[in-house]
């Protein structure tokens, strides 16, 4: 698990391995949710890079009912 410091400024650094895990860019916009006591960073992917990139997911998981948007 990667550890951050909030600076002065409230400013994190995203650690490079999750960079290069994520494939986050020089100015890519994140969304950034709190859940509970947490926050989660999401990568955000242009509309023209979405089409088709969940093709072969699998459909039939289950999952529970706080995980669905």
């Known amino acids: 698990m990667a550890?951050?410091?909030v600076s002065s400024k409230?400013?994190?650094?995203?650690p490079a391995e999750?960079?290069?895990?994520?494939?986050?860019k020089k100015g890519q916009k994140l969304q950034l949710i709190v859940?509970?006591?947490g926050i989660r960073l999401i990568p955000t992917m242009p509309l023209s890079e979405m089409?088709?990139?969940l093709r072969g997911?699998?459909?039939k998981i289950?999952?529970?009912e706080e995980e669905r948007f």
């Open 57 to 59: 997911m699998d459909t």
């Open 10 to 14: 409230y400013q994190i650094v995203i």
């Open 35 to 37: 859940e509970n006591d």
């Open 51 to 53: 089409r088709g990139f």
């Open 62 to 64: 289950e999952r529970d």
């Open 18 to 24: 999750v960079r290069k895990s994520l494939s986050i």
């Open 3 to 5: 550890e951050v410091v």
